[in-house]
Every structure is written in structure tokens, then in C-alpha cells.
């Protein structure tokens, strides 16, 4: 371990090996977006295995707004070395805004595949926009790496960042009032593909932020902050992680999450004056689950409103207005194991098209299979993205289980895509089964169903 000051106000810390890893190319982005400060496992080392395609290891940088109080130095490194493909993680503890412009810094950020944003304070984040950092972080995600964080550190991979740069507001005090003084906005730091408007928001179920998440939404769509009119919320549990993928397909980890959008002009949003909003629309998305941020879902919502600032009951669950089938209630389906045989094929019926299927070939050996229904007369188009940690190939099944088209590209990373018609009357069920021809990994595929 070596613990460099770089100057007065940037500590370092890097774990691991002190060379960085050299690649041509990396196969993210890929985002972690946590409720929590500390990093969860599941969701990083599926973000680690997917930026690296399952092969050789990744670089890692951790920024921190203020050194731990108590304890290690480097929480998030620990938990970082640990996990599979690390190659090395690096620790900086910036407390000025000039220090976006450290250039050890930046090198540092520059050589890695994955930076990572810790909890504390968002508003000495937001002060980076505009250094030569918020460049190098971009640059990351560019070249196929990808960034995440927890609290404050998710906070700011939104596009539209609640700053608390005058205080921290509560709910009851933002749909008290949704131009409160607490309440500010950064925009123009971060904006990842496929995660336009949306604003981010932590701790979300026990510290009751729903509330507030339906205020910044109304303010954001009153005061023009969301492209087209349009403001989605994100809002991650203690314990949860979001995690986004190359595709725009978001998979939940851990805890609960929830995405919740206002797509019409407020009743009321004034200061000094109540918020009345009707119907905001909301997704819960349990662990599991999945959410296609590129393709985003009308159907598989909630309904709540505020009225005279009050919101309505029940904000944290409730009974879809529509029911889209897939998990999460958007077009997309994270495969669940076992799944290996057309009996215990996840239920893909109801997925909206266009929609997206993902899983990985966890063995060689392997098999993944997918249900779903195809009408009289309607085309079905399968076109799959393949990690080049194994080359899978994919058949399509008739409801006894016999081939009628397959796609067997040979190499690792290999695309597959199939395309099948139904000229038969009525509506029959088919099943897609991705098997595993060599290698193995926990790297994500990605299957687009588009029927027509």
C-alpha cells in the first residue's frame, strides 16, 4: 500500500498493483448507482466483469470529498480489491474544488476503467464541473469504463443533481414548499447515454424522500431543467444498487428501487406555496428486476399525486394502472436461475417491444431459456449482443422444444440474431434458449426482441 500526499489539500492511497493495466478496448459503460455510500458487491463485480468482457483485470479510482472518520482510510478500495478482475484501486480524498485540476489526479482517473464517487457531501462534487476532472471521469465512460456511486456520489452521476449546496431539505419541507431555500440544482456535470433527465436521490425509503424526489420532479419540468418536458426520478434504498448497462437496460441489486416521472407542467409549483401535482407515474423495482432506461416503459406504473402539499398514502407501493408482464414493469427481463430447461423458462410473454432479454453463461455448459407468445402474421427479431468472455449461440424453440431457426456465429464475443414469422393462425408460445458453447462468465448478453 502506498499512501502519497499529492499536494496540500489531495491525499492518495492506491491498494493493489502500482502499474496500471494497458488494453486497447473495454466493453462497458456501465454504471453502479447506490442508495448507499458503500459499495455493493453484486452490482460492482457485475460492472467490473462487464467493462473487462470476463478477461484480464481493471483499474479502479475511488473519489472522496472527505477522508473516514473512523476506521479505514479507503472503505470502498477494501471492498474493491477483494472482488475478482481488480487489478488495482486507488483512493482520492479531494477537499477543493481546484483539486479537479490536480493533474496526478486526473492521470490517475484517465489510466482507469471504473471511478467511483463515495458518499459525503454532493455539493463539493457538483463544484468539479468544469475542471479538467469532470473531463477525465467522461473519458473513462468513453473509452468503455464506466462510473457509479453511493449517496452523494449517486447523487451526481445524474444529469440533474440536487446539489445541497444551501442545506438538506426534507420531504414535508419541499412539498411545503418547492422553491425552498434548500432545494438547488447543478446541471451539465454528468449525462450518461440512455440516462437523460433524470435526477437522482439516496436513502430513499428510510429517510422517506419520495416526497421530495415528486418536488425536485415538478421543479425540473417547471423550470425547463428536463430536455422535452419530461423529468424521471431515480430514487435507490440503503442497500440497493442500480446498475445500468451498456444497452441502457438497468438490473436492481439489493434493496428496492424506484423510478417515478412527471411528464406535464405542475398544477401548482411556486414559492412559498404548496405543490399540487396529479399523477405522478411510478416504477418499484425489487431486487432483480429490470428497467430499459433506453426503451422507457408506458405501461407497468403506479399512480400518485399531491395535493396542497400533501401527498398521497401508500407512495412506496401500489397496483400498476398497467401491466407490462416483464419485471420492473418495463421492457426488459433480467433472466433468473435455474432457467436451464423450457419448464423453468422465465416468463418473457408480456414483454413490451421493443424489449431486451439479459443473462450470462455462468458454465460451459450452461443453457438460458426464455418464454415467449407470438401471434398470427407478427415477425420476431432476436438480435443479441455476446461479452467476449464466451461464445454462446442461440436457437429458437417451437413449444415442443424443436429448432425452427438458430444463429451459431463461431468466437468469443460473437453477436447472434435470428429472425422468425408466424404464418399459422392464432397465437402460440415460443421459447429462445441461449446455450453456452465455450467458456464461461458471469458477463452480461444482451438480447433485443423487437416483434412486428
Known sequence: MAHQPAHAAADRIRLGSTADVSRSAWNGPAFTMN????????????????????????????LAGS??????KTPEC???????????????????????????VNTDVRNAEFVYFAGGDQCRYAAWKGTALEASVEAVVAKGGG?????????????IVYDACNGSVTSAEALANPYNRYISFTTGVFEWPN??????????????????????????????????GAAWG??????????LDRNGTATQYGKDAYVVLADHQPEQAVDKKPLTYSGFKIWRLTPGSAFDFKNRPTCGYYLRSVANG?????????TPVTDCGSQGGGAALAESEPNDTRDTADDATGLASPGSLTGGMTSTDDRDHFKLSVNSGQTVSVNCAVPSAYDADLYWLDANGSTLDRSVNNGAGTDESLSFTRTAAGTDTYYLDMEAYSGSGSATYTCDVTKS
Open 35 to 62: 442508495g448507499a455510500g458503500g459499495i455493493v458487491t453484486a452490482s460492482m463485480t457485475r460492472a467490473i466483469d462487464d467493462i473487462r468482457g470476463g478477461t484480464g483485470t481493471l483499474d479502479v479510482v475511488v
Open 67 to 72: 477522508a473516514p472518520t473512523s476506521g479505514s
Open 78 to 104: 477494501d471492498t474493491i480489491t477483494a472482488l475478482p478482475g481488480v487489478n488495482s484501486c486507488t483512493t482520492w480524498t479531494l477537499t477543493a474544488a481546484s483539486d479537479g485540476n490536480n493533474p496526478q
Open 147 to 159: 462510473s457509479g456511486g453511493g449517496s452523494a456520489g449517486h447523487h451526481v452521476n445524474s444529469p
Open 195 to 228: 440516462y437523460g433527465s433524470v435526477i437522482n436521490d439516496s436513502h430513499f425509503v428510510t429517510r422517506d424522500r419520495m416526497g421530495r424526489t415528486m418536488a425536485f420532479l415538478a421543479r425540473s419540468v417547471k423550470d425547463g431543467l428536463a430536455p422535452g
Open 234 to 243: 431515480v430514487g435507490v434504498e440503503e442497500g440497493g444498487s442500480l446498475y
Open 310 to 318: 400533501v401527498a398521497d398514502a401508500n407512495l412506496y407501493s401500489g
